[in-house]
Every structure is written in C-alpha cells, then in structure tokens.
T-cell receptor
Framework: IAGITQAPTSQILAAGRRMTLRCTQD?????MYWYRQDLGLGLRLIHY???????GKGEVPDGYSVSRANTDDFPLTLASAVPSQTSVYFC??????????????FGPGTRLTVL | KNQVEQSPQSLIILEGKNCTLQ??????????LRWYKQDTGRGPVSLTI?????NTKSNGRYTATLDADTKQSSLHITASQLSDSASYIC?????????????FGGGTRLMVKP
C-alpha cells in the first residue's frame, strides 16, 4: 500500500441499506478526514479524526458515523442510506506536525449511488 | 460564514496557451491558501501553498499569487499541456494545524484542447 486506499471504487446501493466505506493509509498520519464532493459544490467535510480514538463532526455529519480504532483505518458508515447521499466520497489524511502545515493527502474516492 | 469563490467555473484553452484562474476568499482568521489539482476520477493533489507573508509561489509551469489585503489569489498556468486538463481547487485554512478548518472553493474545470 502506498498512500491512501479506499474501497469500494464504486457502489450502487438500495435506499435503506447499510454501507461502510473503507479507508486505509500507510503514512502514519495522525489526522484523517471524510469528505463528499457533489457537482457544483466544493468538498464538504463529513467527519474527521485528529488521532486514533477520537472523532469529530464536520459540516455535514447527519446520516454518517465513523470510528478510529487505530492510526491506519478510518471507516465511514451510512446506517440507512438515502438518495441524497449519492455522491463521491473522499478520504484524506494529514500530519500537522510534519512542517507541511495542513496539506491533506486524498484517496482515489468512492462513487456511491443510492437508489 | 467563511467562503471561497472561484472563477471561472470552467475554461477551455488550446494547448500551449497560458491561463489564469481566480480565487476570492472571505476566511477569517487566515493561515494559508493552497491550490490543489484534481484529475478526473482521482483525489486532489496539492500544487502550492502560500502563507500570509508570501506573494507568489511557483511549481514548474504553475505560479500562484496571493494578495492578502484584497483576499485574492490566482493560479497562472504557462504553456498549457493536455495533462493540465483537470479541476483546480482553491483551499483556505483558518488554523495551520487544524485540518478540519479548511474552506474549499467549488473549483475551476480546465480543459486543454490540442
């Protein structure tokens, strides 16, 4: 693994189903983030984690949950998917102590369609 | 509310030509401004970062400028190549170590045609 990986690459999901998007990084970054990107809108923060064991809510957290059991993994769960959660989801990580400020390294994204 | 506005929303240029993308922000306090490049189907990748005291920063054919007084930034691409076709996203940070305090612009979608 090099950098950040996300799985699945894409998914079509029936409304009401539960779905977990996976994110793994091998850079030992303390901070990780989940964003959604919709056409015409900028990236919007869903949830974040500054370090393993802690999480926080972003701009659009409703309908999503996260966990951070260890440094490398940061899964995003949709408990009961709705069509408005159709989007492209990006996971990112950063190391605020690196001297690179808050540069975020993004995964390749997961394209989710909720029908 | 903190906002980052980018213009134009989309742009088509011929290969070899120059172009300039604009970013206006109303983020306070201000820590730094980054430009990211996002290829189709990929995640964004950082191109440049500028802090309050920096006016210009180059990365190859990409040159970013910052006017902290007018809260404007631009990204100039010189001698465009087909591989420059991408979305360019302006991101402003309020706090240098807080990755959850970024404000993203909507991006400019650039298409370079042969």
């Amino acid at each position: 693994i090099a950098g950040i990986t996300q799985a699945p690459t894409s998914q079509i999901l029936a409304a009401g189903r539960r779905m977990t998007l996976r994110c793994t990084q091998d850079m030992r970054h303390n901070a990780m983030y989940w964003y959604r990107q919709d056409l015409g809108l900028g990236l919007r923060l869903i949830h974040y984690s500054n370090t393993a064991g802690t999480t926080g809510k972003g701009e659009v957290p409703d309908g999503y949950s996260v966990s951070r059991a260890n440094t490398d993994d940061f899964p995003l769960t949709l408990a009961s998917a709705v069509p408005s959660q159709t989007s492209v989801y990006f996971c990112a990580s950063s190391d605020p102590t690196s001297g690179r400020g808050n540069e975020q390294f993004f995964g390749p994204g997961t394209r989710l369609t909720v029908l | 509310k903190n906002q980052v506005e980018q213009s134009p929303q989309s742009l088509i240029i011929l290969e070899g030509k120059n172009c300039t993308l604009q970013c206006n922000y109303t983020v306070s306090p201000f820590s730094n401004l980054r430009w990211y490049k996002q290829d189709t189907g990929r995640g964004p990748v950082s191109l440049t970062i500028m802090t309050f005291s920096e006016n210009t920063k180059s990365n190859g054919r990409y040159t970013a400028t910052l006017d902290a007084d007018t809260k404007q930034s631009s990204l100039h691409i010189t001698a465009s190549q087909l591989s420059d076709s991408a979305s360019y996203i302006c991101v402003v940070s309020a706090v240098p170590w807080a990755g959850n305090m970024l404000t993203f612009g909507g991006g400019t979608r650039l298409m370079v045609k042969p």
